[in-house]
């Protein structure tokens, strides 16, 4: 027999209180339409049904829910594993590289690169080589390396090698003097804006007469720091009439004085992205170079370079970049945001920086998945945080102890309540994970949220304690009286008792940016509450399950209390 409309429902809210520890009608609405089509002829009934066994699961304790929930059955929908293929690739002989440069913290941009670089090589039985592109000494610093490697590390990437592509200075110089004896490079002294004006108009300037060996003078003095910045440049002899903007002469070295996080005041003269990006992929045996879309235009240069100078040609694969809705990535918009304290620095749980993902409890097994779901694909995306944290969330469910936390706690008082222990399980279904126990007094303390529910006459539980009446309620203090009786309570509240309860603050994260781009003031709640006695011995990066509240990880013990970023 098929089942009932009202089977549906039962068996989808019973599942979505599981997969989000509480039953949300809004997502499960489209799974029982899926199932059920003719309920759609009545979308005010079918909600109304949805509503209301939303409500009387969620009073279920979890014990209950999971017993209803196994008396249904649901078909796993296979996912077909997304191997990532590289065109030419020969198995054992996949070089690729990850080549970040050193001027800002790793973002979840560079997490996908990076795991794109490294899953790629997996796959292949090959490598990936850490390539450090740090040829723009104004903005590259040892600190920025160092924080790409622990970024890395945590991400659980491994790579075969490292390089500087700053350590290889000499070999450009040389390089940049073979492309002018084969009159593909020159020197322009033109100023900045002639040059900008003449791409414009797709004319050459007259530096692009200049022979082979008064380029090649010039560019020793450029070398020696005998010309100033702005005073020239090398550029590539491209095609000035060519469609292709980036084949229009591009530089390829240009004069930065600023002493180099490496290489110190060794050199002057600094080479483009455009030179060494093939230069390095080729001499560094890479097979596949990944980068993101953007580049594409580029493409051209990349392989014209590397014609000219005779060397091999790796494959090029480019794919879209990622970035989080309404969150800052680059370090030009995160830097202004620091300096005004607008946030906390690089590690602030509302951006998208591998420091702040880890601060906010984001696991480096959720960023992997959520990454590589979009694998090499160039269609742009710019997702919110959701996908993310409901990865975060599900392996979050699997190892994390659960806490009592009571937010914005008004006192409760029991009458003629008996002495009594409390045994709370860590975890629902992990019975491995052990047990605390909680002591009783009396006197407790409830959400407020909760308290403001509660009318006078009603019989509650408080969660895995006992059930009581209430028979007082003023703003501040419920007064409720002991009730022997241990059948079902439709309400069962969170509950720490006043004595020994923590006080807490927890930070909420929520988008840092509005739609237009403009700096939220309000991005960054805090919820003050008190939660259990055991929550003193949680070390700083624990993350725990407050009951009813979400994830939050352990961020910092304070004179005052415990400090808690909010996860998901």
Known sequence: MAPTLEEIILKHTLKNAHDYRLAIPGRIIGKVIGEFPDAKADMKGTMKLINEEAKRVNALSHEAMLKELSNFTFEEKKEEKKEIELPGAVQGHVVTRFPPEPSGYPHIGH????????????????????????????????????ALKRGLIWLGIDWADESYTSDRMEEFYTLCEEMF?????????CTAEQVKKGRESMKLCDCAAREPQESMQLFRKMREGKMEEGEAVVRFRGNMQSDN??????????????????QGEKYKCWPSYDFVAPIMDSVEGITHAMRTKEYELRDELYFAILTILELRKPALIEFSRLAIKNAPISKRLITPLITEGKVEGWDDPRLPTLPALRRRGILPEAVKKFVLSFGLSKVESVPGWDALLAENRKLLDERCARRFLVASPIMLDVQEAPPHEAVLKNHPGKPEMGERKLAATGEFFIAKNDADALQVGETFRLK?????VLV???DEKLVAKYDADVGLAARKLQWVPRGSGIGCTVKVPHDLLDENGNFKPDSMSEEKGVCEPSCKELKVGDIVQFERFGYARMDKHEENGLVFVFSC
Not at 116 to 125: E, V
Not at 245 to 262: C, E, G, N, Q, S
Request: aromatic share 14%.
């Open 245 to 262: 903007t980036v084949m229009r002469d591009p530089t390829l070295f240009r004069i930065i004085k600023a002493p180099h996080y490496r």
């Open 464 to 468: 895995d304690l006992y059930n009581l």
């Open 181 to 189: 004896i084969k009159y593909k490079a020159y020197v322009c002294t």
């Open 472 to 474: 007082e309620k003023t």
């Open 111 to 146: 997490a996908k690169a990076a795991w794109l670089d490294y899953a790629s090589a997996i796959r292949y039985g090959g490598k990936m080589l850490l390539r450090f592109d740090d040829t723009n000494p104004e903005k590259e610093k040892q600190e920025y390396v160092e």
